[in-house]
Every structure is written in C-alpha cells, then in structure tokens.
C-alpha cells in the first residue's frame, strides 16, 4: 500500500470506528428502554 | 456530551399509543435498524462505487454527504416516525398527515408504502438467490468446478441457467428461481407474522452479531493471503491499495459527488419509509438522536470497513488488480460478489464451502433484515387504517411482493428487474426524501422540529444541524434529484460545451430523462417488424405501466382510509 492510501484508509478507518464504537457503548451503557411504559 | 432531557414539547392532543406493539430493548431497535440500513449494497456496491469513483478520494464526498445529508435524514425520519407512532400512525401516510393541515400531505405518503412494494418485489428475489448461492455452496456445486464440465459448474455459467436467461425468449420462466423467492417470501411473511418484538427485533439480535461475525472471519482470512501459496498471484493488499489510493482529481468532478451522495442514499435505505416505521414503535419521550446516531454509524462501519476489505482484495489476490479494475470498471461489484468470489473459495480447500455458506449467509441475513424492514411499514398500513389483523398484513404484503416480483422474475431477461431498480430503488427514494425534508422544516416548521429530535436525547445534538436540515439537506438532495434528471453520457463539461455550441444535452441513458426515452436502444418498437416477436420496449413499457397502477393503487387505499375514518367519526 502506498503511503497515501495508508494515510487516508487509516483516517476514515479512524473515524468510522471512534463514532459507531462510541454510540454503540453509549447505547449499551444507557437504560435499555424504547417504550414511555417502562419507565 | 451531556445529556439532554428537552420533554417539554409534547403535542397535547394525543390519543395516547393504541398500538400494543414496541421494541422489547434498545439494542434490539439498534440492531433492526442497523439491519434494516446493512444490505447487500454494503458489501457488493460499496467497494466497486468506491473503486470506480477515485479510490480513496471517493471517501471524502462519501463523508460530506453521509454528515450533511445522511446524519440530518435519519434523525428527520426518525422524528417523523416517533411523532406519527404518538398518533397510532405507523406508516408514511398518517405520519405526513399529522405534520400539517394540507390534505395532499397523506398523498406523499404513498410514496412509503408504494416504495416498499416496489423495491420487496425486486429485493426479495436478489434475497433468493443469496439463499440458493449458499445452498448450492453447501452442496457443493461450485466445487472443483472447472469451464470443461457441467458438474461442479462455475458460478459464472450457474447464474444465466438459474436465471432463466438461457431461454431464447424474452419469457422464459425458471423454475429454481421461483422456488427460492417462494422459500424467501415465506421466511419473511412467518417472520413479520410474529411482530416487532417477537418477529423482526429476535432476527436482528441473532442475525447481526453473525454477520459481523461471518465478515470478520472472511476478512481476517481474505487479507492473510500470501502471495506464492496456493494460487495467490498478488497480496489482497494491492486489492485494498486500489480502492483507498486517493484520487484526489475525483474531487473536482460532479460524477463522483453525485455517486457518493448516491451511495449514501442506498446504504442508509432512507426515503422508503422504513425508518419511519421503525421509529414509530418508540416511546413519545424516548430517545431517537442516539439511537439513529448509532445505526446510521454502524452501518458505515459494516460498510467502509467490512464492506471495503473483503470482496476486491480477495479478488485482487487470485485475479491480479486488472482483472478486478476491469470487473468494477461499471460501478457494480455483482459479478465479483457472485461469480467471482464462490469460485474463488475453492482454493481455501476444506474451508471453502463453510466460506461459501459464510459469504452467502452473510449476504442473506443482510438482505434478509432489510426486506423485513420493507414489510413493516406495508403491514403498519393495514392494520393502522384498515384495522386488518397482522397475520392478514402479512400476508397481504406476501401476495403482492409474490405478484410483483413474478412479474420481475418471469421478465427479467426482458428488462423489467431493471426497471424496477430504477424506478423504486432509484428514483422514487430521492423524490419521497426531497417531499418529506421540505414538509419537515418548512411545514411542520423547523422549532417543532428541532424539539421532535431532541426530546428525550441521550446525546447533545449541535445546533448547527437545526440549520443544515433547513437549508443544506434539501439542497443537497434536489442537487443529487436534478444531478439523476439530467446525467450527461460522458462528463459535465463536455455536456455543458455541447449545450453551447447548440448540439442540445447528451443524457446518459441511465439519467431519469434517457430513461423514460429509452435512450440508447436500437429499436423503438413493441415489436419487431421482422419477427413479430416483442421487444425489450414493450417489456420496459408494461413494467412502468405495472408500477404506476401500484402507485395510484396505493393512492387509492390512502384516499378510502381516510374517507372510512370520516365516515366512523361522522
């Protein structure tokens, strides 16, 4: 892989991982409620 | 972020949720909506569109249009489902209705329930032959096959003969075929039978974390190949070079802007009324910014990362990158992923039926999840406005995609799959997000808006979309409606210089214009004045005929919804 594909494959990599790990924990970690009933 | 708890806005007319179904756990409607954005476009079109379109430069108007016009739609479908599911509305046309005092605005919701049938009824079929590709993979079917021999028989050859393209005749009808979509209709009418919770919610819990896993696997295996052992000419590296080198001249070009934005459309499944759907089954102050926040990421996860290293470097490794630029030199990654990709396996000896089952179950699951999601906001529909049980629904929605997608399998070698494509997968999608984007900020007004999405948030959503909603997102998109209008045959510079000189604007056959003129087809007959036999033209034309009875159908079934209801209130 040449340096500039390394260096763009890494930043999208980068960001698509941060921001679906961040929200996916976030969804985990909060109360597992869809539904005004549960509450 | 902090968290932001805005509850106050709540419409104080509701008639509270009438409807007994929800989502049993937020991961599950994570997950199924997930399912529903995952599909076969994230692992097939993706790498081939990425390829085509500047390599690694493809990915910055990818991202451009995913934050300013992806992010912005899911949240305004998920606020326009939540606040129709306050309703007892669970599909597009009592969502739009209650955004506004217009009567035509129901109208536009046609476009949510016609929408899904139209693309089910071509979707479904693609689902089948996934399921029949795993299946012969586990029989062994392309095993060992070699072009000298008719069994094991290549995928190459397979496909045409299961397709029922082997028939001289434009009405050739394939037997397999057709048991295949039955099998899949079935598994989609049992499954939607049972539900949100029970049906669709405990298929996407169980079939997301396989696919996950399935292309882990295949990826991991995919780019551990070496070159020199076995018969790898070429590192999958290269393979991965060739979609990521950044062709930074693809910037400056609207072709490469219009298909990323394309893309975008596609891989989120926005503009159906899917999400909607979904979305109406969450409770009035629960979370939605979050949740979208979630899906719409994972699904770019699927897609950028797992989508991107499978298919192109596997191929690369055994093919060499020529082979493979001159595979997805049309922007599609179909022959890669079916033809290609199962012959390939057979290098990974014993392993290569279990990868065969894996590729092609992970493909089914993931069509599998969006063809459910395409069926919810059809059975919604009945049961909300026609009070039909949801057993009847489903099979409501079994019978027409039944009846649809016959006429797209028994006619396929004639043209009407690909006019289905077009006209539902295509077009209709941008023209309903366009209506619903306008209706949302500038009918329902963008303060109620701006409070549907963030109430009950569990992240803080920055101000500045309230902004990009109003105004960067509808003209984002009418860009991309105009940009599918008039697509020039070769680049815009070149038709903008023929404009000039007075020699008119070159459409490309596959713009919304070459299209309804058939541009580009030798001949514009029903039938051939040679042989009397009927023409592609008169298939294409049947087939929009077909779809625009669907829609004036589904105009049909709003407009006696609401003349019923007035007749109950009266």
Not at chain 1, 20 to 26: C, M, N, V
Not at chain 2, 247 to 262: E, F, K, M, S, Y
Not at chain 2, 496 to 507: M, V
Request: hydrophobic residues 50%; aromatic residues 16%.
């Amino acid at each position: 892989m040449t340096a500039s594909a390394w260096i763009m494959l890494l930043c999208v990599w980068g960001v698509v991982l941060f921001f679906s790990a961040y929200f996916l924990w976030r969804v985990f970690t909060l109360p597992q409620r869809t539904d005004d009933s549960q509450q | 972020m902090s968290q932001s708890t805005n509850r106050s806005s709540l419409p104080n007319d509701l008639p509270g949720q009438p409807t007994a179904e929800h989502w049993a756990t937020r991961i599950g409607l994570v997950l199924a909506m997930a399912g529903n954005a995952i599909g076969l476009g994230n692992f097939i079109r993706f790498p081939a569109q990425a390829a085509q379109n500047g390599g690694g430069a493809f990915l910055i108007p990818y991202l451009v249009a995913f934050v300013l016009m992806g992010i912005p739609l899911l949240w305004v479908e998920w606020a326009i489902g939540r606040y129709g599911g306050m309703y007892g509305h669970h599909s597009a046309p009592g969502m739009l209705d209650k955004m506004g005092r217009y009567r035509w605005l129901k109208y536009i919701g046609v476009f949510g329930i016609f929408t899904n049938f139209g693309i089910a009824a071509w979707y479904c079929y693609v689902e089948s032959w996934t399921l029949a590709y795993a299946w012969h993979s586990f029989i062994g079917t392309f095993q060992g096959a070699t072009a000298a021999t008719t069994r094991p028989i290549p995928p190459a050859t397979f496909f045409p003969i299961y397709r029922g393209e082997h028939e001289a005749s434009l009405f050739a009808l394939p037997r397999e075929a057709l048991a295949f979509f039955l099998v899949t209709l079935i598994v989609n009418v049992y499954i939607l039978s049972k539900g949100v919770s029970k049906g669709i919610e405990t298929t996407a819990k169980i079939g997301m974390p396989l696919l996950f896993l399935f292309a882990i696997i295949l990826v991991i295996t995919g780019l551990s190949l070496e070159p020199g052992h076995g018969n790898v000419k070429e590192s999958p590296w290269v393979g991965l070079n060739f979609i990521w080198q950044p062709n930074l001249d693809g910037l400056r070009n609207p072709t490469v802007w219009l298909a990323a934005a394309g893309q975008i459309f596609f891989t989120l499944s926005v503009g159906i009324g899917c999400v909607q759907a979904y979305a109406s089954y969450v409770g009035r102050s629960q979370d939605i910014a979050l949740n979208a926040s979630s899906a719409g990421w994972l699904n770019e996860f699927a897609e950028v990362i797992l989508g991107g290293s499978l298919v192109i470097p596997i191929a690369t490794a055994y093919l060499g990158l020529e082979a493979v630029r001159a595979s997805t030199g049309s922007g599609s990654g179909f022959a890669l992923g079916f033809f290609t990709l199962p012959e390939l396996f057979n290098n990974w000896g014993w392993f290569a039926p279990i990868a065969g089952i894996m590729w092609f179950g992970l493909l089914f699951i993931a069509a599998l999840t969006s063809s459910l999601a395409m069926g919810q906001p059809i059975l919604a529909f009945f049961e909300d406005e026609f009070g039909v049980s949801r057993k009847g629904a489903s099979l409501i929605f079994g019978g027409v995609t039944l009846g649809l997608g016959f006429f797209c399998v028994w006619l396929l070698p004639g043209g009407a799959f690909d006019e289905f494509d077009f006209w539902t997968g295509t077009f209709a999608l941008v023209v309903f997000a366009l209506a619903e984007i306008f209706i949302f900020g500038w009918i329902f007004g963008m303060n109620r808006g701006w409070d549907e999405i963030t109430r009950g948030a569990d992240i803080e959503v920055p101000i500045v979309f309230r902004y990009i909603i109003q105004y960067i997102t509808p003209l984002f998109i009418l860009v991309v409606f105009v940009g599918a209008m008039v697509k020039p045959e070769d680049g815009w510079g070149e038709a903008f210089a023929s404009l000039g000189d007075g020699r008119g604007w070159p459409f490309a056959a596959d713009s919304v214009i070459g299209m309804v003129t058939h541009k580009g087809a030798a001949r514009h007959e029903w039938f051939d004045p040679r042989t009397g036999y009927a023409t592609r033209i008169l298939v294409q034309d049947l087939t929009r005929a077909l779809l625009l009875l669907v829609f004036l159908a589904c105009a049909f079934l709003v407009w006696l919804a609401w003349r019923r209801k007035g007749r109950i209130k009266a």
